[in-house]
Every structure is written in C-alpha cells, then in structure tokens.
C-alpha cells in the first residue's frame, strides 16, 4: 500500500456510484434532458421512457410490480411518508404503531414526531444479539395497530431481522408491514411479497447509483395499500409523491438495481469473506476485541466491532487519514452520545464508545483488508499503552 493511499470501508454510510452507472445517466444531463411529465414532444417521451424502463429495473430486483415502486428522493422521505402517510390514511382505523428501539432515527424521529399529533408509538427492544422477540412484537398488536415499522437489517450491526415470521404474524393480525430495507437492498435478496411486507424503502446511494433518488415500495394488491401524499402539487407517482422526477437519478437507480441484481450473489460471498477475514484477523489478535450484534443473522458486509477501554474517536485519529471508517450511523455522527443501537442491545456506554462499524463494498481488496487489520492493531496498542485505565483493567482492579 502507498503510504498516502486512502482506503474506503464505510460503504453503509454511501457507496461510490459504480462507473457503469455513471455512464448509464451522463446523456439525460445533456443530449436527452427532457422532463418525464412532457408528453407533447421526443425530449419529454425520452425521459418518460427511460423512468419506466428503471422502474421495471428497480421492480425486477426486489420481486414487486412496476406501478409498486414510488419514487422518492431516498430512504429518507420514503421512511416519512410511509409512516405519516398510513397514520393519516388509516387515522379512523387506530392510531398505534410498533416499531424498534434500533431503528433509524428517519424512522424514530418520524414516530416521535406521530406521538406530538396523537399518535401512540410502541418501541420493541431488542436482545444482546439486537434481533426482536416475536411473541413481544405479536403480544404489542392491538385493536388500534394499523403498522409495524421494522427494519430488514440495520445500518451499524448489519443485524438481519426475521422479516418472514414477522409477516406471518402482521398477516395473522390483519396489521400493515413497513421495512425500511436501506441497508440490505442490493446486497440480499429482498422481496417484499415473500416475506408479508406491504411497504418497503430504499435508496440508490447505498447500491453504487447516485445520492438524491430513492423509492417506496407500495403494496397494490391484497392489501392494496394507500397513503396520505406528504408532498402536494401536480399528483406524481400515483398521487402518492408529487415534484418533477429526478429523470438523471432514475435511470442511475435502474442501472444500479440490474447490476445488483446479476452480482448480488457473487459479491455477497466476496465481500462475506474479506468481511471475515478481517473480523478473524482483530478479534484474535487484539485483546477483548468483541463483535456486537448476531453473527449468524447479519448482512456480509458489516462489521461493528467494541474494543475495550479504547475511545473508538481516538482509534480513529490514528489511521483515519488512511481509512474511512465509522462510529455509528452516519446521519448522527456528529453526537457525542453513544450509539442508540448499541445500548438497546444492552451494551455499558463504555463499550458502545469503544465501537467501530467496518462497512466493506465491491471495490473493497484484500490487500487493503490487510492494511486495515494493521492499522488498527497499531492503533489499539498505541492508545492502551498511555491510558491507565487499561493499565488497571489488566491488572485486575477493574
């Protein structure tokens, strides 16, 4: 490795947009730059055109049909308008929703947001392995439940949650299913039909296509779903999201969701391994180096790894010119406090500031792996040898 070279492992934060995207999107900044609501001339067909080809690329990937798929400007807005919008929709119905203490905060802030106008929010907790109880998640459903929010894996553990049994328990109870599915679309298989999931969200930024363009999955047909618009004007997307489509970002979305679909399963076993390698690699050869969250149920990429009695900020000031890494989610890393997720998991705040989330993705090497796993050993052995609290911990009096 050049001394100099600068290593990405926080592709759950955002991945580079894959050339093959880039090049897919360059001629509808230009040449074909029409508006996909003008249907009186060819620039305006054009952009029609290409919508729906990625819509049907986006479909195709997670097993839903076309006019399922609503476009919206990421995970982000598609977490709010799920929520908001079948809290209103369904207003006359309940006014109850389950969700997780380790969702992400698009999701909580939304559901603190429904409490202040009369909402009531339930927040399941979640075990040391970060996964739900069923039986808490079915003994919570009542009467006014109109939606479950929860995620398909998480943003800082890679935790995959049992979506299946999960629908199965929303279908016995006659309850909407909501998944934001940010993290493991592109990257698993995640079809939303299979699994009882009747509304589902993702983005484009976190599978190699471009920040800006997202979209919700809306289901159509038993139940067919319907949602209060959060975004009146012109009647878009069904109805469900009105302003004029990000035609670039779109048809970077569908080339990145084609791509995903023909390699997602040879690079999960890749990146799985290098994923490994590196975990095998620190926790063997650093003392109590733990990983956090289930080992068997989380996506091949991630990583989030606790190491004692070391500040994960300070860890990261030794080698973070070489690597990018992360404490956490990205949308909160500039707090102080530790990390929500890993304290719902039951992690002493101590260890949950100790935390690291290595994030590999398909331009991740071997060789860099290897100076990863390096740097980070360097680091460790820097920073407990001046601290005395480690000091005391080895000997005994911690």
Known sequence: MKKNQ???LDYNATTPCDPRVVEAMLPFFTTMSGNAASRSHPYGWEAEEAVAHARGQIASLIGAEEKEIVFTSGATEGDNLALKGVYEMYRRKGNHIITVETEHKAVLDTCLHIEKIGGEVTYLKVDEAGLIDLGALKAAIKETTVLVAIMWANNETGVIQPMSEIGKICEEEGVLLFSDA????????????????????FTAHKMYGPKGVGALFVNRKRPRVKLTAQIAGGGHEE????GTLNVPGIVGFGKAAEIAKAEMETEAIRVGQLRNKLEKALVAEIEECKINGSIENRLPQVSNLSFRHVDSEGLLMTFNQNIAVATGSACTSASMDPSHVLTAMGLAEDLAKSSIRFSLGRFTTEEEIDFTIEKV?????QLRDLSPVWEMFKEGLL
């Open 6 to 8: 600068r290593i990405y």
């Open 182 to 201: 940010t993290q493991a679309v592109g990257k698993i298989p995640t079809n939303p039909k299979e699994h009882g999931i009747h509304l589902m969200a």
């Open 239 to 242: 109805g469900m999201r009105s």
């Open 377 to 381: 050993k360097a680091g460790t052995v």
